[in-house]
Structure formats: structure tokens, C-alpha cells
Antibody, heavy 119, light 113 residues
Framework: EVQLVESGGGLVQPGGSLRLSCVASGFTFSDFWMTWVRQAPGKGLEWVAYVKQDGREKSYVDSVKGRFTISRDNARNSLYLQMNGLRVEDTAVYYC????????????WGQGTLVTVSS | DIVMTQSPDSLAVSLGERATINCKSSQNVFYNSNNKNYFAWYQQKPGQAPKLLIYWASTRESGVPDRFSGSGSGTDFTLTISSLQAEDVAVYYCQQYYSTPPTFGQGTKVEIK
């Protein structure tokens, strides 16, 4: 059974940093692109970033470029999102998701972790 | 970026009746070389993560009931729930994966009338 379990969310002040983690199981992690998608309270879904299988190629939504870094550790079956320079508008539930077809199609999602940026 | 626009924003349907949700993309998401629409539908129930329902515009994900169907091509797509069940109450999102960044519609909330 495919499982994705996020952790690391919490309350942080504007300008602060946070590192999210996602541990995967039930599939060969190193075979898949992995993604972070976020959802602000009461709002829709927004793709944040992806990382390809070997961790070298990455892409980000414009609003987080230069502030967020996606990475992975295939030996640990883990995906990460380092978030620096956090803003109030980054407040959201952050979901880790598996890319089904190396094309930004998301077939499995974690339960999400809430990041709240507030003073 | 490709903008995805869903309609309506919400709808209330009686149990057993048909529900129809539309989604329009600002650009063509049909890839001629493989004859595929890079388009998906997701279901998000209250308090849960999104779940993939349909991809390539009309292919049901494994385990999705056949009352869910997707249609359309190019820029205009439809999700149909043929006979609404209580467990279908959710917000439904369309998504294009034709180009990066992948983008979602704003969501359509489906409720029981």
C-alpha cells in the first residue's frame, strides 16, 4: 500500500524558516517524480514544486522561487521542502504527492501538514 | 501559465440525479503526438487530501466507481456523476498537466439537495 506521511508543519513568524518532510512507503521511491502541493485555508490547490527521480532537476512556482528548496533522499525514501523567508501568504496545508507519469499527474497524496505564518 | 476555470462554483443535486461540472482551460491541453489530453479531475472530501479520479480526460483511476465519467478535448472538459450518492459530497478540481506549472481550477462544491 502506497503511503505518504508529511511532518514538520507548525507556527512560524514572518521571515522565519521551516523544513517539511515526507516519508514514502509501499513503492519504489526512486522511480518517481515527487511534488509538493499546498492549499491555503478554505482555498483551492496550488502546485509548489517538483523534483525528478535523481534529485537534480527541480521546478518551482514563481511565488516561492529563491525562498523554497525541494530535495529528496532516495536512500531514506524521503522528500523535503526547506522553506525560508516565509510570508503570511504561505500559510497552507502542504501535501506531498507522487507523480504518476512524470508529467505532474498526482496519483497518491499524503494527509498534509499545516504551516501557519503569523506574528 | 494555463488558467483553468470551472463552472459552476457550487451545485446541489438530489440523490440519484446527475451532476455535471465543466472546466475550461485557457490553452489547448491536447498533445497531437500521442492523441492525449493532459487533463485530470480530483475529488476532495471534507478534511481529506485530494484523490485522483480521472486522468487523460476520460480514464478512470483504479477503484473509482463507474458513475464518474470524464469527457471533452482541447480546452473544454466535463465531469459527470451519473447518479449522485451521499458519499460523493466533495469539492472537485480539474487540473492540466500539459505544461509546467501544472494548474488547478478553483474547485466546484457538490452538495445534496
Amino acid at each position: 500500500e502506497v503511503q505518504l506521511v508529511e511532518s514538520g508543519g507548525g507556527l512560524v513568524q514572518p521571515g522565519g524558516s521551516l523544513r517539511l518532510s515526507c516519508v514514502a512507503s509501499g513503492f519504489t521511491f526512486s522511480d518517481f517524480w515527487m511534488t509538493w502541493v499546498r492549499q491555503a485555508p478554505g482555498k483551492g490547490l496550488e502546485w509548489v514544486a517538483y523534483v525528478k527521480q535523481d534529485g537534480r532537476e527541480k521546478s518551482y512556482v514563481d511565488s516561492v522561487k529563491g525562498r523554497f528548496t525541494i530535495s529528496r533522499d532516495n536512500a531514506r525514501n524521503s522528500l523535503y521542502l526547506q522553506m525560508n523567508g516565509l510570508r503570511v501568504e504561505d500559510t497552507a496545508v502542504y501535501y506531498c504527492a507522487r507523480d504518476a507519469a512524470a508529467h505532474n499527474l498526482f496519483d497518491y497524496w499524503g494527509q498534509g501538514t499545516l504551516v501557519t505564518v503569523s506574528s | 501559465d494555463i488558467v483553468m476555470t470551472q463552472s459552476p462554483d457550487s451545485l446541489a443535486v438530489s440523490l440519484g440525479e446527475r451532476a455535471t461540472i465543466n472546466c475550461k482551460s485557457s490553452q489547448n491541453v491536447f498533445y497531437n503526438s500521442n492523441n492525449k489530453n493532459y487533463f485530470a479531475w480530483y475529488q476532495q472530501k471534507p478534511g481529506q487530501a485530494p484523490k485522483l479520479l480521472i486522468y487523460w480526460a476520460s480514464t478512470r483511476e483504479s477503484g473509482v466507481p463507474d458513475r464518474f465519467s470524464g469527457s471533452g478535448s482541447g480546452t473544454d472538459f466535463t465531469l459527470t456523476i451519473s447518479s449522485l450518492q451521499a458519499e460523493d459530497v466533495a469539492v472537485y478540481y480539474c487540473q492540466q498537466y500539459y505544461s509546467t506549472p501544472p494548474t488547478f481550477g478553483q474547485g466546484t462544491k457538490v452538495e445534496i439537495k
